[in-house]
């Protein structure tokens, strides 16, 4: 028998027949109109999103310039963006001044950074360990071989030629590299009973922390020649990469710390009564967890290290940003109103699809691990 109070209202109307949830309208009344005010604030945000991305449609198709060689093609009554001046320069944007007939060096290591990331993230490809282990070991020094050339019959390419895309990903995936090793080993430094090690790894990321990364590049830059012996020099990039890695290294053992922190002290009193050194509890035991723990805030800090890459043309480097923003203002061949928020747009949208892929990745790492889910 049917309860009187399941099918019928307070009043003693009839109830309407549920709405089914795995419906396009049951879905909509669940997540977007569920109350009147849900139901006025969904409006609004749509109101606020169609008049936004109308804007943008208009200016970034409708009203813009679409080919060209020069200036002349987004002026008169072109008044959106102006995508000839990013076709026509598009190879100074991924190359910088790379020569031209080496620039197949250039292709050789995107692609091999592409296909083993894609090995590291598709499910179905196995022995991920081994790919990791390739990409952080032989791949570096492949794309060192490739790019620097001067050995296997490779032509020497100095660094000051390189530019635009190539500089950003050379800088980001550095700092990438190297920031999280040094970043463990600060973190557990910190963590030490040993006072000087404490002491020396709190103070250099006191330290660091406590200056802007401007200031980094430019001591990197300028102070740090001074400090090395006489007829002793270092590539100005190199430079840059190092300060880029230790500034990054300080924010990413603090990151570390806090998922040390999180672990259980019953952790740590399991790993010593199963006999286990120092290194090998932190090997096997804590550092795992640890890490995983931590795998959001590492990812934040990867993708903020990735925007601040944008910073090495305060000392003369043409990132991505930089060489963008070099001919919108050098090349008076593109000499438009529009052609300089383009080029920013841009870069904006570049930098976008790699935090973007970053984050989801980052959102998939966490979802196979389980992380965040309650019982």
Same mark, same amino acid.
């Given at each position: 028998? =049917?309860?009187?109070?399941?099918?019928?209202?307070?009043?003693?109307?009839?109830?309407?027949?549920?709405?089914?949830?795995?419906?396009?309208?049951?879905? *909509? !009344?669940?997540? $977007?109109?569920?109350?009147?005010?849900?139901?006025?604030?969904?409006?609004?945000? $749509?109101? =606020?999103?169609?008049?936004? +991305?109308?804007?943008?449609?208009?200016?970034?198709?409708?009203?813009?310039?679409?080919?060209?060689?020069?200036?002349?093609?987004?002026?008169?009554?072109?008044?959106?963006? &102006?995508?000839? +001046?990013?076709?026509?320069?598009?190879?100074?944007?991924?190359?910088?001044?790379?020569?031209?007939?080496?620039?197949? !060096?250039?292709?050789?290591?995107?692609?091999?950074?592409?296909?083993? #990331?894609?090995?590291?993230?598709?499910?179905?490809?196995?022995?991920?360990?081994?790919?990791? *282990?390739?990409? $952080?070991?032989?791949?570096?020094?492949?794309?060192?071989?490739? *790019?620097?050339?001067?050995?296997?019959?490779?032509?020497?390419?100095?660094?000051?030629?390189?530019?635009?895309?190539?500089?950003?990903?050379?800088?980001?995936?550095?700092?990438?590299?190297?920031?999280?090793?040094?970043?463990? #080993?600060?973190?557990?430094? !910190?963590?030490?009973?040993?006072?000087?090690?404490?002491?020396? &790894?709190?103070?250099?990321?006191?330290?660091?922390?406590?200056?802007?990364?401007?200031?980094?590049? @430019?001591?990197?830059?300028?102070? +740090?020649?001074?400090?090395?012996?006489?007829?002793?020099? @270092?590539?100005?990039?190199?430079?840059? #990469?190092?300060?880029? %890695?230790?500034?990054?290294?300080?924010?990413?053992?603090?990151?570390?710390?806090?998922?040390?922190?999180?672990?259980? /002290?019953?952790?740590?009193?399991?790993?010593?009564?199963?006999?286990?050194?120092?290194?090998?509890?932190?090997?096997? =035991?804590?550092?795992?967890?640890?890490?995983?723990?931590?795998?959001?805030?590492?990812?934040?800090?990867?993708?903020?290290?990735?925007?601040?890459?944008?910073?090495?043309?305060?000392?003369?480097?043409?990132?991505?940003?930089?060489?963008?923003?070099?001919?919108?203002?050098?090349?008076?061949?593109?000499?438009?109103?529009?052609?300089?928020?383009?080029?920013?747009?841009?870069?904006? %949208?570049? +930098?976008?699809?790699?935090?973007?892929?970053?984050?989801?990745?980052?959102?998939?790492?966490?979802? !196979?691990?389980?992380?965040? /889910?309650?019982?």
């Amino acid at each position: 028998m =049917i309860d009187n109070k399941i099918t019928t209202s307070k009043n003693g109307n009839p109830r309407p027949p549920p709405i089914r949830q795995g419906t396009v309208f049951g879905w *909509l !009344r669940a997540n $977007l109109f569920s109350t009147p005010l849900n139901g006025v604030l969904t409006l609004f945000s $749509l109101f =606020i999103i169609y008049n936004v +991305f109308s804007s943008m449609f208009d200016w970034a198709v409708l009203s813009a310039s679409m080919q060209g060689v020069d200036r002349t093609a987004c002026l008169g009554t072109a008044q959106g963006a &102006c995508w000839p +001046f990013v076709t026509n320069k598009i190879s100074h944007f991924i190359y910088g001044n790379y020569p031209e007939a080496e620039r197949w !060096r250039v292709n050789l290591v995107f692609l091999f950074g592409a296909v083993g #990331l894609a090995a590291l993230v598709l499910p179905l490809i196995k022995e991920k360990r081994r790919i990791g *282990l390739l990409m $952080l070991t032989v791949y570096p020094i492949a794309s060192y071989i490739l *790019l620097i050339g001067d050995m296997f019959g490779l032509a020497h390419v100095e660094t000051r030629q390189w530019g635009g895309l190539l500089v950003t990903l050379v800088i980001a995936v550095t700092g990438i590299v190297f920031s999280l090793p040094l970043g463990i #080993l600060l973190a557990l430094g !910190r963590m030490s009973n040993l006072p000087v090690i404490h002491l020396l &790894c709190v103070c250099f990321i006191e330290v660091l922390r406590g200056v802007p990364l401007i200031m980094v590049l @430019f001591m990197a830059s300028v102070m +740090f020649p001074l400090f090395l012996p006489e007829g002793v020099n @270092f590539d100005l990039l190199l430079r840059c #990469l190092i300060g880029v %890695a230790l500034f990054s290294a300080v924010y990413m053992a603090e990151v570390v710390r806090g998922g040390l922190q999180a672990i259980p /002290q019953g952790q740590y009193e399991a790993a010593s009564a199963m006999g286990l050194s120092y290194w090998k509890s932190m090997r096997f =035991i804590i550092l795992p967890q640890a890490l995983t723990i931590s795998i959001p805030g590492i990812v934040n800090t990867f993708i903020g290290m990735f925007k601040d890459t944008t910073l090495v043309m305060i000392v003369g480097i043409f990132d991505l940003l930089g060489i963008i923003q070099f001919h919108t203002t050098a090349d008076a061949n593109w000499a438009a109103p529009q052609v300089p928020v383009t080029g920013y747009v841009f870069a904006g %949208a570049v +930098f976008w699809v790699f935090c973007f892929i970053m984050s989801r990745y980052s959102l998939a790492v966490e979802k !196979r691990l389980a992380l965040g /889910q309650k019982d």
